[in-house]
Nanobody
Framework: QVQLVESGGGLVQAGGSLRLSCAAS????????VGWFRQAPGKEREFVAT????????YYADSVKGRFTISRDNAKNTVYLEMNSLKPEDTAVYYC?????????????????WGQGTQVTVSS
């Protein structure tokens, strides 16, 4: 079992930046793909980005492509989401999730372990 804890959320003005972290404990997730998802009030949880087990492959939702960057440091058992040029529509609770697969997918069902989420609020 792996436990995931997100951090780094907060309140930022439009155009600003934040870096989210997802730290794993319980066991390493260096063999697992990790994804970031987000859920805005009244909306379904949606895919944001995913990174393969070794960081060699990443994939982004069209809505964040070119603005967000996912990365990982397996030595620290941590995955990051660098978010730049933030928009009010990026406001949501952001969740990280680990898959048993080595290459990440966009579907929520591909992920077995989830964190509790961190709130990101972007003001206009």
């Amino acid at each position: 079992q792996v436990q995931l804890v997100e951090s780094g959320g907060g309140l930022v003005q439009a155009g600003g930046s934040l870096r989210l972290s997802c730290a794993a404990s319980g066991r390493t997730f260096s063999s697992n793909a990790v994804g970031w998802f987000r859920q805005a009030p009244g909306k379904e949880r949606e895919f944001v980005a995913t990174i393969s087990w070794n960081g060699g492959t990443s994939y982004y939702a069209d809505s964040v492509k070119g603005r967000f960057t996912i990365s990982r440091d397996n030595a620290k058992n941590t995955v990051y989401l660098e978010m730049n040029s933030l928009k009010p529509e990026d406001t949501a609770v952001y969740y990280c999730a680990a898959s048993t697969l080595r290459i990440g997918k966009t579907a929520r069902g591909a992920y077995n372990f989830w964190g509790q989420g961190t709130q990101v609020t972007v003001s206009s």
